[in-house]
């Protein structure tokens, strides 16, 4: 049986080759027609277990609930449904209607519907064997996890709210944060199996249309029969797929969404993900954390600079110090000559290996660290570095020079605010350390050159996404490696293309802040 | 298919690239020059053996060729590793040897593109190998030369150079190049003075006592540098230069050029012998203090015009103000210019005591 059909599939397979008229037979027009009556609908849900029939009225006209008692709460059931039903006459449908004082009722004989509404824990009443009208009551079971502190994006100052399993919690969470009219949530399910839905949210009058469009669009077209969490889809509608670098910023905090909404943003819910996806984005924003805002200007600046810092050191240190140990001995200042020479002589090693097992090191200490419990994790790394990083310096595998740059760099990949990037970070070093065993110091310029035509080529949601470095967009510095004060930013960023530029009104802003004085 | 093709290419080709890893290389940090036996050369280098404590063994190595350059080749002969030159900080030159030019030991220097141009060019009138071989400090010596001259650069009496100015002052039309000049002192090495080069032929010397002024006439602006005074000779002040400015003024260029120098100091009085000071005394030092400077300078521009060489570049800005400049023609009337010093010193504090 089983041979057949993949012999089957074969053939179609063939024939989509060499017959270009050729209609794909679409899984889902089979099954519509089987389910077209409640009947046959009914049979494939007593398959499972869970699937419960109860006859609540014996009489002349049966009335039946059915329902999955692993979506429905029970108390509910007990409480405003049962009760209700049991006492009154009911005759029809509609009766039940009546006699039930719960708003959540529909009364529909459309079968798509029902395995619906019945599959995402409703209740349904039949009334009478045969009726293919039935009332259905939203009686789901809420087993979510409590809102709680932001762990990856965690900020000293500002809310601790983050994000849960929970769509309908996390909208809560960001409309009681933007009481306008204008916010606008268009629900939409993608994945043909796990039916997820996503909510894209934006504000009318400001966000572009275009970029609502797109990206509707591109959810529409998602064909993957499984959308588990958020990052499938950042996965699936990135602009370059094939790219290293993140085009999509995902946060846990729903006061990052609400801020980027004002600006002209438009982000996505996926229910059963703890994340909103943030889009168009660009390269500087991955650096930016969102506790920046919180703080006074020049710190936030500061500490962005440091972070941007941190990125470029972490990348680029270990190649710097194999390109220039390998090839260009003349760049080393002379009073650093004995302190790299010493640490070095007894290193059979050239840099090249020195680094790569350094950093493998490292690699490993960081996947095992995030493999294991919290509690071991933290350990396996406190151990395992400071055990292998001087056993391997002992043993004169490793220079103790390279060995402080490694764990510097380490260090300063942890410090990006958004994980996402910080993997990519994690990754492209690698490169850079090739080509400067290869080439030298124009090996790193060639490889940076390479990363910089790559970064030039993408776009997040068809916005550049180098931007505001390369389009050159003065005005989009305001918030980019520094951020300005408030009154600054009296303007929309120019990447987003918002309907309404202006925030507010720059002059009023300042005048008010004299009269406070 | 053609980026994979280029890709492949660049990674074989990378197989052509020569490495020096740092550790598996001799690196010379300073490089003398001795007249050897039937015009050969005797090449000294020198090279750190760093130890695992930290400090530095200064190792010399000595051989005789006929060309600069192959000593390198001949030094790798007898080591381990072989030798490189791209970290040298120093060249020295036996005198002996630079009466015969110094372009033609530099040379090698020059078409090195992994020698810097901040390297030092010096001289010395000892034999250059015994000067390197001691143990002067816990550095090698081509180490301890550079910073020896880079800090009394900084701040004390010694003219800016390097192998980049040499060959500027070299190749500049009206002005002369002039190299420090070394020479063994017991345990160590002093800047004994400056020498000054006719072409590349060392013609004659600036000695340590003459070096402040030297400096200031050289330099346009100097700083940080102090000055001997003796006052109605029974006193003395030791003064501290701030700050100099020196102009030069060349008029009748065409005939009968005359040169007006014009110094202007700003100065502070580190030590004084008598213990009372007044306004009186002030003046007094500052006359004292011009009075010496005019004599000194005086002197080295006699000595310069006796020499023919012209250190200052005084050819130079003259060329650049007329047209008609030649520098066969300079060189014959640079002898006979009058040179005039006007100087204007002042002596702006005296310090905490009062």
């Known amino acids: 049986m089983n041979y057949e059909l993949n012999r089957s599939g074969d053939i179609m397979n063939f024939k989509k080759w060499f017959f270009k008229h050729h209609k794909e037979q679409n899984p889902k027009n089979n099954k519509a027609e089987v389910d077209d009556n409640l009947f046959d609908l009914l049979k494939q849900l007593r398959g499972s277990n869970d699937f419960k029939e109860v006859v609540i009225k014996d009489g002349i006209k049966k009335v039946k609930l059915f329902y999955f008692h692993s979506l429905v709460d029970r108390k509910i059931l007990h409480r405003d449904i049962i009760p209700y039903i049991k006492k009154e006459q009911v005759n029809s449908v509609e009766d039940v209607r009546e006699v039930v004082p719960s708003e959540n009722i529909e009364t529909t004989s459309d079968v798509n519907k029902i395995q619906n509404q019945i599959l995402s824990g409703s209740c349904m009443v039949q009334v009478g064997e045969n009726s293919q009208s039935v009332a259905l009551m939203r009686a789901k079971i809420n087993k979510n996890r409590n809102v709680s502190i932001p762990e990856v994006e965690f900020s000293v100052v500002g809310p601790k709210e983050a994000f849960v399993e929970s769509l309908d919690t996390n909208l809560n969470l960001i409309r009681k944060r933007l009481p306008i009219p204008e916010l606008r949530i268009e629900e939409m399910t993608v994945g043909k199996i796990t039916k997820s839905k996503v909510a894209i949210l934006s504000i009318e009058g400001i966000t572009n249309e275009e970029n609502v469009n797109t990206l509707r669009e591109r959810l529409q077209s998602i064909e993957v029969d499984s959308i588990i969490d958020s990052s499938y889809i950042v996965q699936l509608i990135s ?109 059979p090693l050239p840099p090249i290996l020195e680094a790569i097992f350094l950093e493998l090191a490292i690699e490993l200490l960081r996947e095992a660290g995030a493999r294991l419990p919290t509690k071991v994790g933290q350990t396996i790394g406190i151990v395992g570095g400071i055990v292998i990083g001087t056993a391997s310096v002992e043993a004169g595998l490793t220079s103790n020079v390279l060995l402080i740059f490694v764990a510097l760099a380490a260090l300063a990949s942890f410090t990006t605010p958004v994980y996402q990037i910080g993997n990519t970070i994690r990754l492209i070093r690698f490169p850079f350390l090739f080509s400067a065993h290869l080439w030298g110091l124009l090996g790193v310029s060639i490889c940076f050159c390479f990363f910089m035509g790559h970064l030039l080529r993408l776009t997040s949601l068809g916005r550049p996404f180098l931007e505001p470095i390369y389009p050159p967009r003065v005005k989009d510095f305001k918030d980019a490696f520094i951020r300005l004060p408030w009154t600054f930013q009296s303007q929309r960023p120019v990447e987003v293309q918002a309907q309404d530029t202006m925030r507010f009104n720059k002059k009023k802003a300042k005048e008010k802040k004299e009269i406070d004085e | ?169 070299y190749y500049a039309k009206g002005k002369d ?178």
């Not at chain 2, 030297?214 to 030791?238: G, H, M, P, R, S």
């Open chain 2, 1 to 169: 298919m053609k980026k994979a093709l280029l890709i492949l290419i660049i990674v074989l080709l990378s197989g052509c690239i020569d490495q020096r890893i740092l550790d598996e290389v001799r690196l010379t940090t300073a490089v003398g020059y001795d007249p050897g036996e039937n015009d050969q050369i005797k090449v000294t280098a020198v090279s750190p053996f760093f130890q695992a404590d930290k400090s530095t063994i200064n190792e010399t190595f000595t051989v005789l060729t006929p060309l600069s350059k192959d000593a390198k080749h001949k030094f790798s002969m007898s080591n381990s590793k072989p030798f490189v030159s791209g970290k040298i900080e120093a060249i020295i030159i036996n005198e002996e040897l630079a009466d015969n030019g110094v372009l033609t030991i530099v040379d090698g220097m020059i078409r090195d593109p992994s020698i810097g141009s901040r390297a030092y060019i010096a001289t010395t009138k000892d034999e250059v190998s015994k000067l390197l071989q001691g143990q002067y400090s816990s550095q090698d010596n081509g180490m301890f030369i550079s910073d020896t001259l880079d800090h009394n650069i900084i701040s004390g009496s010694l003219p800016r150079t390097n192998l980049h100015l040499f060959f500027n002052d």
């Open chain 2, 177 to 354: 190049p002039f190299i420090p000049d070394l020479s063994q002192d017991k345990n160590s090495i002093k800047i004994s003075g400056v020498a000054l080069l006719k072409e590349d032929q060392i013609v004659g010397h600036v000695n340590q006592d003459q070096l402040f002024t030297f400096k200031t006439l050289v330099q346009k602006k100097t700083e940080n540098d102090t000055f001997l005074v003796d006052i109605n000779d029974e006193d003395q002040a030791l003064l501290f230069k701030i700050s100099s400015h020196t102009d030069y003024d060349i008029q009748n260029l065409n005939n009968n050029p005359e040169v007006k120098v014009k110094v202007k100091m700003n100065l502070t009085i580190r030590e004084y012998s008598e213990s009372e000071l007044n306004e009186k005394k002030i003046i007094e030092i500052e006359t004292a203090a011009e009075e010496k400077f005019k004599e000194q300078a005086t002197n080295l521009i006699q000595q310069f015009q006796e020499l023919n060489v012209d250190p200052i570049g005084i050819g130079q800005m003259a060329s650049a103000k007329s047209r008609q400049w030649n520098k066969e023609q300079w060189y014959d009337q640079y002898p006979d210019i009058n040179f005039q010093i006007e100087t204007n010193f002042k002596i702006t504090e005296t310090g905490v005591a009062e």
């Open chain 1, 239 to 347: 602009d370059n797929q094939n790219s290293p670098f993140p085009q999509l910023i995902d946060t846990e905090r729903p006061d990052r969404v609400a801020a980027i909404l004002t600006e002209g943003k438009v982000a996505f819910l996926v229910d059963g993900a703890p994340h909103a996806i943030i889009a168009p984005t660009t390269l500087v924003e991955f650096f930016s954390a969102f506790e920046d805002y919180f703080l006074n200007w020049i710190t936030a600046s500061f500490f962005r600079l440091v972070r941007l810092f941190g990125v470029f050191f972490s990348i680029l240190v270990t190649p710097l110090y194999v390109a220039v140990l390998t090839y260009h001995y003349e760049l080393i200042p002379k009073d650093l000559l004995g302190i790299l020479v010493t640490s070095r002589r007894e290193i």
